[in-house]
């Protein structure tokens, strides 16, 4: 499910991305090459699909074997730790690439935890300060 929505957002960004680049330049139809931000959403993509499939294909593979065996309970808990982890590393991917978020983020934390600018003349004293050793 998670590789069909993968896969029918990058054909719309992929087909949106055509329809602004030129097909055609003096009657000759232009080679249609996979561009800088394609390839960039694709491997972001690729990479979160990857993150998702190694944290919940281990949960999903110690569901079967637990049909034919007991299992110990610690191993499923530590495998429900892995899944969390991988959708951790999911929204914390989404976050990073997000322009708009980090702008909102930095302007957020900016205003709660405001910088304090020191004097220059207090700077270079605590930087150049002969200290004895």
Partial sequence: MCFIINTLIYHHVRSSSRRVQPETISGKVQQINISHRDSVLLRRMISMFCIFVEGWAPTFILLIIECYMPVNGIVASCLTVLCELALLFDIIILFLYNRELRKYLKNTCRRFFPIVKLP??????????????
Avoid: G, H, Q
């Fill in 120 to 133: 220059n003349k207090f700077l270079m004293k605590f930087l150049f300060v002969k200290r004895k050793i």
